[in-house]
Nanobody, 124 residues
Framework: EVQLVESGGGSVQAGGSLRLSCKVS????????VGWFRQAVGKEREGVAG???????DYADSVKGRFTISLDDAKNTLYLQMNNLKPEDTAMYYC??????????????????WGQGTQVTVSS
């Protein structure tokens, strides 16, 4: 059974940083595709970052240059480093596994495995 458990969310002021973690179990990292997506209240799901076993990464335009996705496969843990946070980054953040492509449009689709989410709130 694939399980993903996110942590690291919280409340920060604009300009601050957070690092989200996602512990993954039951999923093979031999040929992987993983990522992060978010959903704000009243808005649609938005793919934020994707990463695959070829080293391909993709980011939403809204976070490029501010967010970095990484994987420690020895720890089976996915990370999202978020810098220079903005109020519009406020959302529930989820990690996802088993995407078809690292493209952010493929992150958070119904065929992915998801975690339970971690809330990020950025105040101005």
């Amino acid at each position: 059974e694939v399980q993903l458990v996110e942590s690291g969310g919280g409340s920060v002021q604009a300009g601050g940083s957070l690092r989200l973690s996602c512990k993954v179990s039951g999923y093979s990292f031999y040929n992987y595709c993983v990522g992060w997506f978010r959903q704000a209240v009243g808005k649609e799901r938005e793919g934020v970052a994707g990463l695959d076993s070829d080293g391909t990464t993709d980011y939403a335009d809204s976070v490029k240059g501010r967010f970095t996705i990484s994987l420690d496969d020895a720890k089976n843990t996915l990370y999202l480093q978020m810098n220079n946070l903005k109020p519009e980054d406020t959302a529930m953040y989820y990690c996802a596994a088993d995407c078809r492509l690292a493209d952010v449009s493929m992150i958070g689709t119904e065929d992915n495995y998801w975690g339970q989410g971690t809330q990020v709130t950025v105040s101005s």
